[in-house]
């Protein structure tokens, strides 16, 4: 069973750091694409960034190029975004989630950037 | 950057009836590869969004087959033939074909 476990989530103050993680499990995820997806309160799906599985690849929304960082450990089978200057417009939650199709999620993080 | 809009934003249904929603991208999300790339996502109040659809019209894993997509090129549709209660939430489409992705802004199916 697919399971995809994010963490790291909470409060800040607008220009400071959070890290996020996903935790992937029942797939080889060494070799499957990873994307994060974000999702602002009340409002629609946004894709923030993709990790290829194979070329390594990566890829930003404009929205966050530049101020955060995808970044996967094969070893401990753990998705990462790093995120600087945070702003409260990055205020959502956070979804991770597998494949160039997105074909699972997690059940998300919450990021509430806010003085 | 490819823009996906959907329509409507907001659809009321009947228990038991069709219910269609449609979404149109700025250009074509045929891939140099042949496929198409574009998937319907249902969001359930409170709950992660599940894929529904990929590649325009293969329907995923478990997915009731009342649920049905079609399409090609830019015009695409995602039709429930008849509504039941468990499928009230918002649906979405995304675009994999290009970079940026980009999804549709959502439509809420409501009874």
């Known amino acids: 069973e697919v399971q995809l476990l994010e963490s790291g989530g909470g409060l800040v103050q607008p220009g400071q750091s959070l890290r996020l993680s996903c935790a992937a499990s029942g797939f080889t995820f060494s070799s499957s694409a990873m994307n994060w997806v974000r999702q602002a309160p009340g409002k629609g799906l946004e894709w923030v960034s993709t990790f290829s599985g194979r070329t390594s690849n990566t890829y930003y929304a404009d929205s966050v190029k530049g101020r955060f960082t995808i970044s996967r450990d094969n070893s401990k089978n753990t998705l990462f975004l790093q995120m600087n200057s945070l702003r409260a417009e990055d205020t959502a939650v956070y979804y991770c989630a597998k494949e160039w199709g997105i074909d699972y999620w997690g059940q998300g993080t919450l990021v509430t950037v806010s003085s | ?111």
């Not at chain 2, 809009?5 to 149109?24: E, F, H, K, N």
């Not at chain 2, 990929?54 to 830019?74: A, E, I, L, N, Q």
Request: overall charge neutral; aromatic content about 10%; glycine content about 10%.
């Open chain 2, 1 to 111: 950057d490819v823009v996906m809009t959907q329509s409507p934003l907001s659809l009321p249904v009947t228990l038991g009836q069709p219910a269609s929603i449609s979404c149109r991208s700025s250009q074509s999300l045929v891939h140099s590869d042949g496929n198409t790339y574009l998937s319907w996502f249902q969001q359930r109040p409170g709950q992660s969004p599940r894929r529904l659809i990929y590649k325009v019209s293969d329907r995923d894993s478990g997915v009731p087959d009342r649920f049905s997509g079609s399409g090609s090129g830019t015009d695409f549709t995602l039709k429930i033939s008849r509504v039941e209660a468990e499928d009230v939430g918002v649906y979405y489409c995304l675009q994999h074909t290009h970079w940026p992705r980009a999804f549709g802004q959502g439509t809420k199916v409501e009874i």
